[in-house]
């Protein structure tokens, strides 16, 4: 069983810039699609981007302020967050699924971090 600790979050400008890490445990992670999604207060959690296992496909919300990059040698998936917003602070989760196509359907991940806060300040 795969188990995901999410870092990097933190209090950043607008305009600003986060890379957010996600460690996951486990000697199968690289047969894992990772994904991203983030959780902002009073709203359901959406989809920010995901990555397959050999990194071949990935699919994004917002391709052009992220990206998304894996290093199944260390077992961590990557998310860099660019020209950050206010609208983009939320608590931000890495989750992993066994489906191998870049879904963005919460429902289908089944592995779940606990979440890192991210606070975009004007």
């Known amino acids: 069983q795969v188990q995901l600790v999410e870092s990097g979050g933190g209090l950043v400008q607008s305009g600003g810039s986060l890379r957010l890490s996600c460690a996951a445990s486990?000697?199968?992670?690289?047969?894992?699609?990772m994904g991203w999604f983030r959780q902002a207060p009073g709203k359901e959690r959406e989809f920010v981007a995901t990555i397959t296992w050999s990194s071949g496909s990935q699919n994004y919300a917002d391709p052009v302020r992220h990206t998304i990059s894996r290093d199944n040698a260390k077992n961590t998936v990557f998310l860099q967050m660019n020209n950050l917003e206010p609208e983009d602070t939320a608590v931000y989760y890495c989750?992993?699924?066994?489906?191998?196509?870049?879904?963005?359907?919460?429902?289908?991940?089944?592995?779940w971090g606990q979440g890192t806060q991210v606070t975009v300040s004007s």
């Open positions: 486990g000697p199968t992670f690289g047969r894992y699609t």
């Open positions: 989750a992993a699924t066994k489906n191998p196509l870049p879904t963005s359907r919460v429902t289908a991940y089944d592995l």
